[in-house]
């Protein structure tokens, strides 16, 4: 066995990974929505994977676990990638026309990154992230979870550590597998409020708020004083203050006294800036007639600024088509040599097993997995697996509706 290095596991190190200890068997079982025999929810399922050297194989499909899971070994792929399930095999691609190919269902997925956070933390930078900057990513669950839940009625599906910063929710209910493209954009219209990355724009949302953004808001406010104002403490910088707090004002001339006495009193904390708005606002108050019109837009720009910071941020293109690929869950980040587990109660990136600490627990335990710090993961995603397929019994005239199709 080699090490894995800065540049990430070998091409030995990933044969061994493969080989040893990939969980193929509960992947198959998950995406075949089946614990039996192969269906055509695997046999037509894409598969692509991305290799070391830049080379990207695409419309790879299998029929058994075996297959599966000699062909990864054999080609040794950096990643592999999981894609929609077609009306054909992927593998015929090359020796029918284009326009017989049509996808028809695949999970539903998003995809949060701690890129879309970088105006807000300071504890870490670039491709650093912390368990202080890791609450981030963990309320960002926290609302899609319950939006999941209460809003959709969705019940199964899992979150999965991208293996760096982030974090791919997959969800399995039929209902969410056999959306259009049309349907998985509507809902990702209701998810994504926070749309302008720029940090540098008033949000300036509709009032009164949706429910959803009104639950949302008031799940989040708790979190930000602690998060944002004490341990990010973000505005303690003056210049980000200018450009990412001041602009959620709705006053200019509140903008200016803000901008003037941070001026004249530098470096002051997020906290204190927080506060300084409110006892500035207070004076520029006494040179309007409509005090309470003036307490309330000042309320809904406080409102929008949490929102603006701490709501899910979604990368829109990995939900809004059918025929995208998404790294499979438990593969290995090849920058980090990280495995992208499953996300399990309390988890923080620190706690992802690395393909060489692994390698050295299956040395020291005799080539047992279920002995490594990656077995409470496995069993967490049979866990999920199982419930997954318990409720996904497919009716019998829906069965023979969804057959039709496939043929």
Not at 119 to 132: I, L
Not at 385 to 392: K, S, T, Y
Request: hydrophobic share 35%.
């Amino acid at each position: 066995m080699s090490s894995t290095k800065n540049n990430g596991p070998s091409p030995a190190d990933m044969e061994y990974y493969y080989r040893q200890l990939y969980p193929f068997t509960d992947i198959f079982h998950w995406l075949n929505h089946s614990n039996g025999e192969a269906t055509k929810d695997m046999t037509h399922r894409e598969f692509a994977m991305a290799f070391r050297s830049g080379a990207y194989k695409r419309y790879n499909s299998y029929n058994s676990i075996a297959e599966f899971k000699s062909q990864i070994e054999k080609a040794n792929p950096d990643r592999f990638e999981i894609g929609a399930i077609y009306n054909k095999p992927p593998r015929e691609r090359d020796s029918i026309l284009k326009s017989e190919m049509r996808a028809l269902e695949k999970e539903l997925v998003f995809d949060i990154d701690m890129d879309d956070y970088d105006s807000y933390r300071t504890c870490c930078t670039g491709a650093m992230v912390c368990s202080k900057c890791w609450k981030f990513i963990t309320m960002a669950m926290m609302i899609m979870n319950i939006t999941l839940t209460q809003d959709f009625g969705f019940k199964d599906f899992i979150w999965v550590f991208s293996g760096r910063r982030g974090a791919h929710c997959w969800i399995s209910d039929k209902r969410a597998r056999q959306m259009n493209d049309l349907q998985r954009r509507n809902i990702l219209d209701y998810v994504n409020v926070v749309r302008d990355r720029s940090n540098e724009k008033r949000l300036n949302l509709m009032r009164p708020y949706h429910p959803h953004l009104l639950r949302s808001l008031d799940l989040l406010k708790p979190y930000f004083a602690n998060v944002i104002l004490l341990e990010q403490d973000p505005w303690a910088n003056d210049e980000n203050a200018f450009k990412t707090l001041l602009t959620g004002l709705h006053d200019k001339n509140l903008v200016e006294a803000c901008r003037k006495y941070w001026t004249e009193n530098p470096y002051r904390s997020s906290s204190q800036k927080w506060t300084d708005i409110d006892t500035l606002a207070a004076k520029e108050m006494k040179n309007t007639k409509r005090h309470a019109e003036y307490i309330l837009k000042l309320k809904e720009c406080k409102e929008d600024i949490i929102l603006q910071t701490l709501y899910p941020k979604l990368d829109i293109e990995v939900t809004k088509q059918t025929i995208h690929l998404l790294k499979a869950p438990f593969c290995i980040h090849p920058a980090t040599g990280n495995v992208c587990v499953p996300i399990i109660k309390g988890f923080e990136p620190e706690q992802a097993p690395k393909l060489l600490q692994l390698q050295q627990e299956m040395t020291e335990n005799n080539d047992n997995v279920k002995e490594t710090s990656l077995q409470k993961f496995i069993d967490h995603f049979e866990t999920f697996v199982n419930q997954m397929i318990e409720h996904n019994e497919i009716e019998p005239s829906k069965k023979r509706e969804y057959d039709d199709l496939l043929k």
